[in-house]
């Protein structure tokens, strides 16, 4: 009897938590995509990625420096991996710069780059943290190492 009523209010204070207005991870990746500029055709970066995460089913966010965060569009069967991949890695054509049709790794599978997108990702983290302080915390963000 004890254990049924913990669970009903554990229940309940969930659903208040989900109706409480905080931004949700969908809506954190569409706060992404909002804040993406228009396609580039090209990309330079120092080497190495040093952020990610997976937005939406098809894109995903990455940061090569501390200040440059582009969206990549994949095309299919990333779309099958992103979401539960452990790393990534990028297949390029030229030395340190990325451009459309190179190819993103996926765990096994490589997947070709359909578009490239600079993101505000203060403006999109400013958009995140209003929703978040109307509401409920979001559990996802982009983390990024800071050069000391």
């Known amino acids: 009897m004890l254990t049924r009523i913990f669970t009903v209010m554990a229940a309940a204070l969930l659903l208040t938590a989900c109706a409480?207005?905080?931004?949700t991870r969908?809506?954190?990746?569409?706060?992404?995509?909002r804040h993406a500029g228009p396609e580039l055709n090209r990309v330079r970066y120092s080497g190495f990625i040093?952020?990610?995460?997976?937005?939406?089913?098809?894109?995903?966010?990455?940061?090569?420096?501390?200040?440059?965060y582009y969206l990549f569009e994949l095309s299919p069967p990333c779309n099958l991996e992103l979401r539960q991949a452990t790393h990534i890695a990028l297949k390029t054509s030229m030395r340190q710069s990325i451009g459309q049709f190179d190819r993103v790794q996926v765990g096994n599978l490589s997947c070709r780059i359909n578009a490239i997108r600079k993101v505000d990702f203060e403006a999109a983290q400013a958009e995140i943290q209003d929703r978040r302080d109307q509401g409920s915390e979001f559990d996802r963000t982009v983390e990024h190492e800071t050069d000391s």
Do not use: K, T
Not at 26 to 33: G, P, Q, T
């Open 20 to 23: 409480s207005g905080g931004p």
């Open 50 to 68: 040093q952020g990610w995460q997976p937005v939406g089913d098809d894109s995903v966010l990455m940061s090569f420096s501390r200040n440059e």
């Open 26 to 33: 969908v809506e954190a990746e569409e706060a992404y995509i």
